[in-house]
């Protein structure tokens, strides 16, 4: 149980374009869901935080109007970088947490590995 | 302070060694805490939750936790090479979930 879906999982695409990144939680509904981003060798970063039906909650640095994201669902969540460059090449990775008592764990998804030519 | 803090490592043991991984948290209101195993170039993986003072067992690996010392540890008996990776170190306190930057464990044949 507890799986995360993540696609694509490989996104090679040149500077100035826009990438939609989805995160499904296949077996469970999904109360939030969160976006990471990591570079080699380096730790998770929190980007942002996002519950269903309402506005994400991003971290301080991570700009909203380029990391767009949409929780539309219990299941959906969707993350687009607008006019990506090369500096936004990394490997985000989703995550889903969901209903509860005594605190649920997060379930990754297997991530999107991002380069920007 | 930061919320979870893990040594970074890197931690080797020899193939057949248990290998010991240890947490501390500064919210004494924390409630949940969890292990993720991440391989290089991979997201992620749970592999133990804990809630409760004392061990948890699963398989080779056991989850200490000790809330009045506010620690939590790992230990994985008789390592194996595919248990290299980092160990994430994860503390749900209310709605607010926080990640330890991992501990680099080397399983050596």
């Known amino acids: 149980g507890a799986v995360v879906s993540q696609h694509p999982s490989w996104v090679i695409c040149k500077s100035g374009t826009s990438v939609k990144i989805e995160c499904r939680s296949l077996d469970f509904q999904a109360t939030t869901m969160f976006w990471y981003r990591q570079f080699p060798k380096q730790s998770l970063m929190l980007m942002a935080t996002?519950?269903?039906?309402?506005?994400?909650t991003y971290e301080q640095g991570v700009e909203k109007d380029k990391f767009l994201i949409n929780h539309a669902s219990l299941t959906l969540s969707t993350l687009t970088v607008t006019s990506a460059h090369p500096e936004d090449s990394s490997f985000y990775i989703c995550?889903?947490?969901?209903w509860g008592q005594g605190g649920q764990p997060q379930h990754f998804g297997d991530g999107t590995r991002l380069s920007i030519l | 302070q930061k919320e979870v803090e893990q040594n970074s490592g890197p931690l080797s043991v020899p193939e057949g060694a248990i290998a010991s991984l240890n947490c501390t948290y500064s919210?004494?209101?924390?409630?949940?805490f969890f292990w993720y195993r991440q391989y290089s170039g991979k997201s992620p993986e749970l592999i133990m939750s804990?809630?409760?003072?004392g061990d948890k067992e699963d398989g080779r690996f056991t989850a200490q936790l000790n809330k009045a010392s506010q620690y939590v540890s790992l230990l994985i008996r008789d390592s194996q090479p595919s248990d290299s990776a980092t160990y994430l170190c994860?503390?749900?306190?209310?709605?607010?979930?926080?990640f330890g930057t991992g501990t680099s464990l080397t399983v050596i044949p």
């Open positions: 919210d004494r209101g924390s409630q949940s």
């Open positions: 804990i809630y409760s003072n």
């Open positions: 996002s519950n269903e039906g309402s506005k994400a």
């Open positions: 995550s889903a947490r969901g």
């Open positions: 994860a503390v749900n306190t209310g709605n607010q979930f926080y």
